[in-house]
C-alpha cells in the first residue's frame, strides 16, 4: 500500500509539479489549494505526510500546522513546508508550529523526493 500526502498550495502550477513528482515516485497525493480546504480534506484521510505553502489564503501554512497538530491523527505526521520563504525567523516560526523540515522554492523534483524519503523513512 502506497504513503498518501497531501500536497497544500495556492499555485495550481506548484500544485501540479509537487503532485506529479510525488506520483511519478509512487505516493499516493492528496491536492488542497489552502489550508482550511486541507483541514476538510484531512477528515478521516489517513495521511503520512503533508507538504504545504506558507503564504496562502484563508488559513496560512503556520495556521494549518498548528490546526494538524491538534488532531490526534495528525499529531505524529511529518509537515514539509514548501514556500519561497527563507528568512529564519520564518522557519522558526514553523519549527514551532510543528514544522519537520522546510524547502525552498524554486525546488528541484529529486531534492523533494530526497526529504520524503527522509522523513517517511
Sequence with gaps: MSKVIMTVDDSASVR???SFTLK???YDV???VDG????SKVNGQALNMVITDLNMPNMDGIGLIKALRALPECK????VMLTTESQAEKKMEGK??????WIVKPF????LIAVVKKVLG
Design 96 to 101: 514551532e508550529a510543528g514544522a519537520t523540515g
Design 16 to 18: 501540479q509539479m509537487v
Design 76 to 79: 505524529f505526521i511529518p509537515i
Design 24 to 26: 511519478d515516485a509512487g
Design 108 to 111: 528541484k523534483p529529486e531534492q
Design 36 to 39: 482550511q480546504d486541507a483541514l
Design 30 to 32: 492528496v491536492e488542497a
